[in-house]
């Protein structure tokens, strides 16, 4: 069953953004193919942008019709 982003609480969003942001980490970090100084940035990026979730659950949230 797909779930709406307008649908879901802020704390909702905030959790399921950041488990799946672990879930991005996780699957580069087991692949042989992912080179490891791009894994590092990547993984950089990834973990400073768990902290933009509020904003950008705010932002969808100002899309919605």
Do not use: C, G, W
Request: no cysteine; proline share 6%.
């Amino acid at each position: 069953m797909p779930f709406y982003i307008m649908d879901l609480s802020k704390e909702e969003f905030d959790f399921r953004f950041k488990e799946t942001l672990e879930l991005i980490i996780t699957q580069m970090a087991e692949n042989p193919d992912v080179q490891v100084d791009k894994f590092y940035h990547m993984t950089y990026f990834l973990e400073n942008l768990a902290f933009f979730s509020p904003v950008i659950f705010d932002l969808l949230q100002k899309t919605k019709p």
